[in-house]
C-alpha cells in the first residue's frame, strides 16, 4: 500500500481520519477488483479467401454491385434447352436452313450463321447478297430470344424474323410467297414436310416454323462457369474467378449480363451509332419509332463471347479486350464514330486497371464451351 504524505500543519486527527478512509478504499478497491471477471476475447477468424466466399451457393456470394431500378437477376448455369419439337419438323427445317434454295439460290441461312465458328461469319458486318450495316449476331441459343429477335428488337416471332432474312434484297433475296410452291415440286422436300407434319400441302407458314424448330435446337454447350456454379469449384483459375468478382462488383458488368445467358434482353446505348457506310444506324428506334430509343440495340449474351468477334451491333471493335477497356474508360467513341441519341446511364468510368481488365478476360473465357459438330444435311 502507497504511503501517505499530509502537511505538517494538518491536524492529528484529521491526518489519522484520512489516512482510514484511504486505507478503506484502497481495501475496497481491491476486493472488487478480484470479483469482477474481465469479458474473454473472441478471437479473430482468418478472413475467407475469395475462393472461399465464392464455394457456395451463388444466393451466398458477396453482394454485387447493382445500379438503381434494376431487376436483380443473379448469374447462373445454363439451363436445358426447352424446346421439344418433333425431330421431323427439326429435320426438314436443318435443310432448308441450308439450301440456297430457300432464297434466291445464291446465300442460305448458313452463309452468315457458320456452325463451325459459333454460328456467326466473322466477318464486321454480315455478307449476304450485299453488305450489310450490322453484325451477324450468333444463333446459339435463340431460343430465350424470342419476342426481342434481331439486334434492335423488331421481329416478335420466328417466322417474322426468318421471313425478313428470306425476303430481304441484301440477306438471302429470296420470296417467301413463292417458296411453298417452289419447295412442292421437289419430291424430296415433299417426303419430308409430309413426314414433320402428316401431310403434302405445303405452306409457308409451315417451312417458317421448321426453320424455327431447327433454329430453336442450337444450344451451347456446358462450360468451366457452370461447372463451377455446380459446385466443382476448382473449374475456375484464380485470374477466372477474379474476374469472376470484378464482374460482379467494381466492373459492374453484372448490371446488363445477368442471368444464365449473361444478358438482361433490354436495350442499351452504348454510341457507336455510325455504321461502315457513314450513316447514323437509329438502332431500336426503327422498332418502336421512340425517340428515347434511338441508338439503343438489344444486351449481346456472353456465352462464347470470345469467340465471336468482331464487336458490337456495327462490328466496329475488333477484339474483347478492346471493347472491356472501352466499356472499363466509359466507352469513349473511338475516331469516325459518334453517338446517337442518349448514351445509357449504365456506362461509366470503372477505371479498372490493366490486371483487372485481363481477369475479366479471363472469366469471359470460362462462358466457352466445344461447337458441337455439325452434319450438314444431304439436300432433296
Not at 472501352?326 to 453517338?339: D, E, T, W
Request: glycine share 6%.
Amino acid at each position: 500500500m502507497p504511503r501517505i504524505f499530509l502537511p505538517a500543519y494538518f491536524p492529528y486527527h484529521g491526518r489519522q481520519l484520512i489516512a482510514a478512509c484511504f486505507v478503506a478504499l484502497t481495501l475496497c478497491n481491491c476486493s472488487k477488483n478480484a470479483s469482477v471477471q474481465e469479458e474473454p476475447i473472441a478471437p479473430t477468424l482468418p478472413e475467407e479467401t475469395l475462393r472461399q466466399q465464392y464455394s457456395k451457393s451463388a444466393t451466398q456470394w458477396p453482394a454485387a454491385t447493382w445500379y438503381n431500378n434494376i431487376q436483380i437477376r443473379e448469374l447462373a448455369a445454363i439451363p436445358e434447352n426447352p424446346s421439344k419439337d418433333k425431330a421431323e419438323l427439326v429435320a426438314l427445317g436443318k435443310a432448308l436452313f441450308f439450301d440456297p434454295r430457300t432464297g434466291n439460290g445464291m446465300k442460305t441461312c448458313a452463309s452468315c450463321h457458320h456452325p463451325d465458328t459459333y454460328w456467326i461469319d466473322q466477318k464486321t458486318t454480315a455478307d449476304g447478297i450485299a453488305l450489310h450495316h450490322r453484325n451477324t449476331p450468333s444463333m446459339e441459343n435463340v431460343w430465350y430470344l424470342e419476342g426481342k429477335l434481331f439486334h434492335d428488337g423488331r421481329a416478335k416471332t420466328y417466322r417474322e424474323q426468318i421471313a425478313e432474312a428470306i425476303n430481304s434484297p441484301i440477306e438471302m433475296g429470296g420470296n417467301t410467297a413463292a417458296l411453298s410452291a417452289k419447295l412442292q415440286a421437289i419430291p424430296g422436300y415433299l417426303r419430308l414436310y409430309e413426314a414433320a407434319y402428316s401431310s403434302q400441302t405445303m405452306t409457308v407458314e409451315g417451312l417458317l416454323d421448321a426453320i424455327a424448330a431447327y433454329s430453336r435446337s442450337i444450344s451451347s454447350g456446358e462450360t468451366a462457369f457452370d461447372r463451377f456454379i455446380k459446385g466443382d469449384y476448382q473449374a475456375l483459375n484464380d485470374a477466372q474467378l477474379e474476374g469472376l468478382h470484378l464482374f460482379r462488383t467494381k466492373g459492374k458488368c453484372i448490371n446488363c449480363h445477368n442471368g444464365a445467358f449473361f444478358t438482361d434482353l433490354d436495350f442499351h446505348n452504348l454510341g457507336y451509332a455510325v455504321t461502315s457506310k457513314g450513316a447514323l444506324d437509329n438502332g431500336r428506334f426503327e422498332a418502336t419509332g421512340l425517340e428515347t430509343d434511338k441508338g439503343k440495340f438489344r444486351t449481346p449474351g456472353l456465352r462464347n463471347v470470345v469467340h465471336t468477334a468482331p464487336y458490337l451491333h456495327n462490328g466496329s471493335i475488333a477484339s474483347l479486350s478492346e471493347l472491356i477497356n472501352l466499356l472499363s474508360q466509359g466507352m469513349p467513341q473511338k475516331i469516325g464514330q459518334q453517338i446517337n441519341g442518349t448514351l445509357s446511364p449504365h456506362i461509366q468510368n470503372v477505371r479498372l486497371s490493366s490486371k483487372e481488365q485481363e481477369n475479366i478476360l479471363a472469366f469471359l473465357e470460362s462462358l466457352s464451351s466445344v461447337p458441337t459438330k455439325t452434319e450438314r444435311p444431304v439436300l432433296p
